[in-house]
C-alpha cells in the first residue's frame, strides 16, 4: 500500500476511537527563515514540533501550487504541482546541490512579510543554480531518484514543464501573459508544435522538472516528519483552478472556451449581503457534460494527487458541486448571472467508487459557508462530510444562529476565522458595540483577552476538529492578516518570527487541548491510535 493510503487508513482509525483533535491554520510561506519567505526546511520541522509540544495534532495549509499574478495560492499556474518558492536553500546546501557561498549575499528581507518582488528573482536564480549543479555533478542516486519521480508524475509533469517553460520563454520576449496569447499553433496544442518546442526548450523543461523534484522531496519530508509525531496535515483543494494554468491548457475539452481557447462563461458569486454586485472571481467554467462522459477522470487525478501530498482535504466552495453561479465571460460584475446544477452526488459517487479501494473512506472536509441551501446541505450530509463552522460569523444576536457552539452537531470544524477573515483581535476590535457585547455576554468574559477567549470556546465546543488561525495564538491585530478577498494585491504576504512562539503559548494550548480532549496520539508504526 502507498505511504499516502497508509497514512489516510491510520487517520480514519484514529478518527474512529479519538475524533476530536485540534490544530494550527497556517500556510508555509508564512513560516520564518532567511531567505524572504517560509520554506519546507528546518522551520518547517520546528512549526510541526510546536504543533506536538502543544499536544495539537492538525496542521491545515492552504494550496501548495505554483502563484502567478497577484500571489495566491487559490491562483495556480497547476493543480498539481509545487511551489518552488517553498524549496528551502539550505536544503540544498546540505544536498550538495548549492555551495554555501550561494547564500552569502541573501538580501535583507522583512522579517514579518513575504516580499514576492524581492523573493522570485532571488529564488529562480538560485534554483536554476542548482539545477546546473546537478546537472554536471548530481549522483547517481539523485539520478535515479529523479528520473523515479519523473515517471511516476508524467501525467501531469510532462504539460506542466512545457507550459512553464513556453511561459518563461515568451516572458523572456516581452510576450508576458496568458497562453492565449501564444501562437495558435501552441493554443490549439498541434502535434507538431508541441514536439518543436520540447526539443527547443528541452533545458528549461528538464529545470521546471528538477524544481518539481525538489518541491516534493521536500514535501515528502516533512509531511513524514509530521506522520511520526501524531500530526496530520489538512490540504486546500480549490474547487476552481486558474484560466492561466497548465490544467486548462492541457485539458481544453473540460472547460467551456471558445475556438480561441478564451471562456465563454466564468466563475463567481451572486451579489449578496456582502456585496451588491457580487463576487467576478474569473475561472474558467468545468465542461461537466465531458468531464462526467470521461469518468471525471481528471478529477479522480486530482483528488488522488491532493492526498499524497496531504491527509485530509478542505473542498473549497462545495456548494459549485451541487449549483453553481455562472457569468457570461465580458460582464463587469458578477450580477448578470445564473445557477446552474452541478455534478452533485453523481461526482462524489464516482470519486467514491475509484479511491474508496485505494484510501478508504474520502477524508474531506466540505467548505459551506455563505448562503447555503438545502440541497447543498443534503449533499454533504449524504458523504457525511464535516462542514465548516467561523466563530466570527456567530454574533448576530439570533441565537439559532448555526454558528454559535450550541448549535453544533460533532461532525463540523470549528474555526476561530479562516485564511479570508481578520485576525480574531481585528474582528472584535472593529466591531459594533452590540456585538462586542453579545460576544462578552455568550462568553461569560469581559473581553480583554478576546483572542483566547475564543480559542477556548471553540476547543470546548462539540465540534469534532477545532482549527485556529497561528495570528490567534498570537493574539495580533489587523495588520497580521492574511487575505482580504476584496483587494486584488497586498495579499499572502504575512509571516510570523521565531521569537514570537513562546513556552506560555505552547503551554496555554496544551492545557485547552487536554482539557477539552483534542490531544490523542498516534502510533504511527503501526497505524493504530493509542
Not at 67 to 89: C, E, H, M, V, W
Amino acid at each position: 500500500m502507498a505511504e499516502g493510503a497508509k497514512s489516510i487508513r491510520a487517520w480514519a482509525t484514529h478518527r474512529e476511537h479519538n475524533p476530536r483533535c485540534s490544530g494550527i491554520l497556517l500556510h508555509p510561506t508564512s513560516l520564518p527563515g532567511p531567505h524572504g519567505i517560509g520554506s519546507l526546511g528546518r522551520e518547517a520541522l520546528a512549526f510541526v514540533d510546536f504543533l506536538q509540544a502543544s499536544g495539537l495534532c492538525i496542521w491545515q495549509v492552504l494550496p501548495l501550487g505554483p502563484t502567478g499574478y497577484g500571489d495566491s495560492p487559490y491562483q495556480s499556474f497547476s493543480s498539481f504541482a509545487g511551489n518552488p518558492l517553498l524549496i528551502d536553500l539550505e536544503d540544498l546546501v546540505q544536498e550538495g546541490f548549492l555551495k554555501p557561498d550561494h547564500l552569502k549575499d541573501t538580501p535583507l528581507f522583512p522579517e514579518q512579510r513575504v516580499d514576492y518582488g524581492m523573493v522570485f528573482p532571488f529564488k529562480r536564480e538560485l534554483l536554476k543554480t542548482a539545477y546546473t549543479f546537478w546537472k554536471r555533478k548530481g549522483t547517481p542516486a539523485t539520478r535515479k531518484a529523479f528520473a523515479s519521480f519523473c515517471h511516476r508524475a508524467s501525467s501531469w509533469l510532462e504539460d506542466f514543464s512545457l507550459f512553464m517553460a513556453l511561459k518563461r520563454t515568451f516572458e523572456a520576449k516581452g510576450q508576458a501573459g496568458a497562453w492565449s496569447g501564444w501562437p495558435e499553433e501552441l493554443i490549439q496544442r498541434k502535434a507538431d508544435a508541441l514536439k518543436h518546442w520540447r526539443q527547443t526548450a528541452s533545458e528549461e523543461i528538464e529545470q521546471q522538472k528538477f524544481q518539481q523534484f525538489l518541491f516534493f522531496r521536500q514535501w515528502e519530508r516533512v509531511k513524514g516528519y509530521a506522520a511520526e509525531r501524531g500530526i496530520r496535515i489538512i490540504g486546500d483543494l480549490p474547487i476552481y483552478v486558474a484560466y492561466d494554468s497548465a490544467d486548462v491548457w492541457a485539458h481544453q475539452e473540460l472547460f467551456h472556451l471558445d475556438a480561441k481557447g478564451l471562456p465563454t462563461v466564468v466563475a463567481g458569486v451572486p451579489p449578496d449581503y456582502f456585496s451588491e454586485t457580487g463576487q467576478l472571481w474569473g475561472n474558467p467554467i468545468y465542461n461537466w457534460r465531458r468531464h462526467k462522459e470521461s469518468g471525471y477522470g481528471w478529477w479522480i487525478e486530482r483528488v488522488r494527487a491532493k492526498l499524497h501530498l496531504v491527509d485530509i482535504l478542505r473542498i473549497d466552495h462545495f456548494r459549485g458541486f451541487e449549483a453553481y453561479w455562472e457569468v457570461p465571460a465580458g460582464e463587469p460584475t458578477a450580477e448578470n448571472g445564473r445557477w446552474v446544477k452541478g455534478p452533485a452526488a453523481d461526482f462524489f459517487y464516482a470519486l467514491e467508487h475509484a479511491l474508496k479501494p485505494e484510501l478508504g473512506d474520502l477524508p474531506l472536509i466540505a467548505e459551506d459557508l455563505g448562503v447555503i441551501t438545502p440541497p447543498v446541505e443534503k449533499l454533504r450530509d449524504r458523504f457525511s462530510f464535516p462542514g465548516m463552522k467561523v466563530l466570527q460569523f456567530a454574533f448576530d444576536g439570533d441565537a439559532d444562529n448555526e454558528y454559535l457552539p450550541h448549535n453544533y452537531l460533532s461532525n463540523c470544524v470549528v474555526y476561530t476565522g479562516t485564511h479570508d477573515n481578520d485576525t480574531t483581535l481585528g474582528w472584535f476590535l472593529s466591531e459594533s458595540a452590540a456585538v462586542q457585547d453579545q460576544v462578552r455576554r455568550y462568553l461569560g468574559r469581559d473581553g480583554h483577552d478576546i483572542t483566547w477567549d475564543l480559542i477556548r470556546l471553540a476547543f470546548s465546543s462539540t465540534a469534532d476538529m477545532a482549527v485556529i488561525p497561528l495570528q490567534d495564538a498570537l493574539k495580533l491585530d489587523n495588520t497580521a492578516r492574511m487575505n482580504i478577498p476584496s483587494r486584488s494585491v497586498g495579499n499572502w504576504q504575512w509571516r510570523y518570527s521565531k521569537a514570537m512562539i513562546t513556552e506560555e503559548i505552547i503551554g496555554r494550548l496544551r492545557e485547552l487541548t487536554q482539557l477539552y480532549g483534542r490531544s490523542p496520539q498516534i502510533k504511527v508504526a503501526s497505524g493504530q491510535p493509542e
